[in-house]
Structures are given as structure tokens and as C-alpha cells.
């Protein structure tokens, strides 16, 4: 067990930093300024803890932090990474300053007086986001997955578009149900367990015996969710909306970053916790992966809205990380665990620029405004071209490393 807790600094550093936005009165002329340095702070005590980091060790966890928390009911405050974990912290703690500085003149007039509001909730927004991947407990997981909820609900629906609150409202209104229903197959998970005072750790939930019905439903509690979140057909719709409604650097955080709790998930919990009822609806899954590829890009083409277009190839590039998945070979994960990361960088590419673009077009969204920009702003153009080209594996880039694996996996 690391004698320092790294984990638990990394995730205080920026909820530090949003309480003394919102309890220090007369610091909004300096919001922005404590934010992005609450976040850079993040971002170095990370590299520092990845430093720490042991590539050949033969430990599941590393960074470990173990406390009692509520152990009457089995839950601990229980932290660790493994080196997908700590891709997607890393990848999490370099895009959370990058947002804040594209967010800096992003408010409009009138709600300039709410910044210290904005950015508090992107701070608060970055600690969620390292729990979730940190959580080794799966009760303390469950927790960071649907706190994530607040602090997006209040940067979509207070700062977004005009259709913001449906948008807020709607993504609330999924990820609770998915919530909720995983929350039940938490608790039936732990009934089947060993109990005790740390009764919800992962190590102790792995490898249980279950009756091959129980494992299944269970599965289909942890799945639900995790598809709801990833995002797949059927359960996608929320995502272009929210995506739409939202600022750029918000629409950024979600697509790059929460979406791939969904996907996480999947690998942490369903694969390692069910691995009999993983099998099982494989066929099922990769059906559903297929159709979430094809029918994302078919709505990609046909998009007007410039937000909504990068919303939905998301969903195609979601399908293909679902399917590397569930093809259940150490190709295909490795693929899957790449694209999750190339896919926030490059998704991330997309969405700011596409606010740059906006602010010059006076906020339209609509791809039929834009026409010869490129004549305009050559440099911008480049760097998107490259995004897109990113988006699309086109060798060379990040991305058709992760895409070749998966496809070559799944064959």
C-alpha cells in the first residue's frame, strides 16, 4: 500500500479549488485564474503520481488507499489504479485546463457574472471524474457515478443553449434510470458476497460463484448503465442533445471523458465481475455495437447542427470501442483501451475548435455558414482537418492504431 495518498490529492486539488470559488466572497474578477491554476496543480501532482507507477508489477492495483467508510453496510473508501485507470485520470487532469482556458471568454454577456459559478462546477466535475476511474470500492464507485450527474446537470442546464433545459433534464432523467437500475444489481452483488466490512470491495466480488441466472441479471444491472453512459442505440438519444445545448468546453468533458465511464465500466466490472454472463450476451452486444457504429455515422452524414454531427460519430466511435470489448480477446481490449484515450483527444480537438468557429460566426451552429472558412483562417482549418482526420483512423494518427486492433481482434 503507497505510504502517500496520491489519489486522494489529486481528486481534493480541484474541489479545493471550487469551494474557495464559491466561499471566498469578491473573487469572481478572479475566478478563471484560480481555476486553471487549481487544475494545472492537478495536473502536475498527477504526472507525479504517474511516476510512481510500477509498469512491470505484477499487483491488479497500484497507489492503493484503503479506509473504513461506512462499515456497517460494507463500504469502504477504497482507491487504485491500473493502468487503464490511469490513462483515462491522465487523459482527464491534461483536458480539464485545456477546457478552462477555451471557456475563458466563453459565457455570454449576461451571464458574465456567473463565471466563478462555471468554473467552480468544472472543478468539481474533474474530482468526480477521478474517483470514478480511481474506485476500487464498487458502492464508492457507485457514488462518484451518479454524483458526475450534479455538477453536468448545472453546467448544462443553466449555462447552455436555448433548448438547455430539456437537454439537462433529459440526460438527468437517463442516467438516473440507468443509475437506479445498476444500483439495485449493486446491492443484489453484495448480498452474494462475503460481507464484511469491506464487503463491496472489488477483490472480493470478483471470482464469487453465482447461479448462472443470478450472474446474468446482475450483469444486465451493470450493463444497462454503462450503455446508457457509453452511449449505444437504443439508449443514445440524450447525448446529441446534450452535446448541442451544451458550451464547447462542457460538450468536451462529456463526450471525452464521462462517456468512457460507461465504457470503463464495462471492462472493470462486467468482464471481471461476470465473466460467464459477459460470454452470454457477447452476441447480443457486438449485434448492438455494429448497429451503434453504422447508424451513428449514417446520422453523422445527414446533420446540419455542427455540435450535433461530432455528437453523433461519437456514437459510431462508441460502437467500435463496445465492440473491441466484447470480441473478449487481449487484442481487441488493448484496441479498446487505446481508442477510449485517442478518441477523448481527438473528440476534444473537434469540439473546441468547433466553439473557436462559432465565436467567429457569431454562435451559429450550422454547417452551411461556414462555407470557404478555410480561405479565411487556414491555420484552424489545418488543425481541423487533422481532428477529422483522427477521427475517421486515418493511418498515421492515434486513432488507426486503436481502430486496427479492435477490428483486428474482432476477426
Known amino acids: 500500500m503507497n505510504q502517500f495518498p496520491w489519489l486522494t490529492v489529486i481528486g481534493l486539488i480541484p474541489l479545493l479549488g471550487a ?76 483536458l480539464v485546463p485545456i477546457c478552462l ?20 462546477l468544472m472543478l468539481v466535475l474533474e474530482t468526480f471524474m477521478i474517483g470514478v476511474f480511481a474506485a476500487t470500492d ?12 450534479i455538477p453536468v446537470y448545472f453546467l448544462i442546464g443553466q449555462f447552455g443553449g436555448p433548448r438547455r433545459q430539456y437537454a439537462a433534464m433529459k440526460f ?24 464484511g466490512a469491506d464487503g463491496f470491495l472489488v477483490s472480493k466480488l470478483t471470482g464469487l460463484p453465482l447461479a448462472e441466472s443470478t450472474e446474468r441479471w446482475i450483469f444486465l444491472g451493470f450493463f444497462l448503465a454503462f450503455a446508457v453512459k457509453a452511449p449505444m442505440v437504443p439508449v443514445h438519444t440524450w447525448l446529441p442533445d446534450a452535446a448541442a445545448e451544451s458550451r464547447p468546453a462542457t460538450a468536451t468533458l462529456l463526450v471525452g471523458v464521462l462517456d468512457k465511464v460507461g465504457t470503463y465500466g464495462m471492462i472493470r466490472f462486467c468482464l471481471e465481475l461476470f465473466p460467464g454472463a459477459s460470454k452470454w450476451a457477447t452476441p447480443v452486444v457486438i449485434v448492438l455495437a455494429l448497429v451503434s457504429i453504422i447508424y451513428g455515422a449514417l446520422l453523422a452524414i445527414g446533420q446540419k447542427d455542427l455540435m450535433r454531427l461530432i455528437a453523433f460519430t461519437s456514437i459510431s466511435h462508441f460502437g467500435f470501442i463496445v465492440l ?38 457569431n ?49
Open 101 to 120: 482556458l477555451a471557456a475563458w471568454r466563453d459565457l455570454p454577456a449576461e451571464q458574465q457574472g456567473r463565471e466563478r459559478h462555471y468554473f467552480a
Open 19 to 94: 469551494v474557495v470559488l464559491w466561499a471566498v466572497p469578491g473573487i469572481g474578477s478572479r475566478a478563471k485564474e484560480i481555476a486553471l491554476g487549481a487544475s494545472v496543480v492537478t495536473l502536475l501532482v498527477a504526472v507525479a503520481a504517474a511516476l510512481q507507477f510500477q509498469t512491470g508489477s505484477t499487483e491488479k492495483f497500484q497507489l492503493v488507499e484503503q479506509h473504513p467508510w461506512i462499515p456497517q453496510f460494507g463500504v469502504s473508501y477504497a482507491l487504485g489504479v491500473d493502468g487503464i485507470a490511469l490513462s483515462l485520470i491522465l487523459m482527464s487532469v491534461i
Open 138 to 149: 464498487v458502492f464508492l464507485f457507485y457514488v462518484f457515478f451518479e454524483a458526475m450527474l
Open 363 to 411: 454562435g451559429s451552429k450550422m454547417i452551411d455558414t461556414y462555407g470557404g472558412w478555410q480561405r479565411v483562417v487556414p491555420g484552424l482549418a489545418g488543425v481541423w482537418l487533422v481532428a477529422g482526420m483522427s477521427c475517421i483512423a486515418l493511418p498515421g494518427l492515434g486513432s488507426f492504431v486503436s481502430e486496427f486492433l479492435v477490428l483486428a481482434g474482432t476477426f
Open 172 to 195: 438527468l432523467l437517463f442516467s438516473l434510470a440507468g443509475g437506479l437500475i445498476m444500483l439495485a444489481a449493486v446491492i443484489a452483488l453484495y448480498m452474494q458476497g462475503p460481507g
Open 324 to 361: 473491441g470489448i466484447f470480441a473478449l480477446t487481449t487484442t481487441s481490449w488493448a484496441g479498446s483501451s487505446l481508442y477510449m484515450v485517442n478518441h477523448g483527444f481527438s473528440t476534444a480537438a473537434l469540439f473546441l475548435f468547433a466553439g473557436m468557429l462559432m465565436r467567429r460566426n
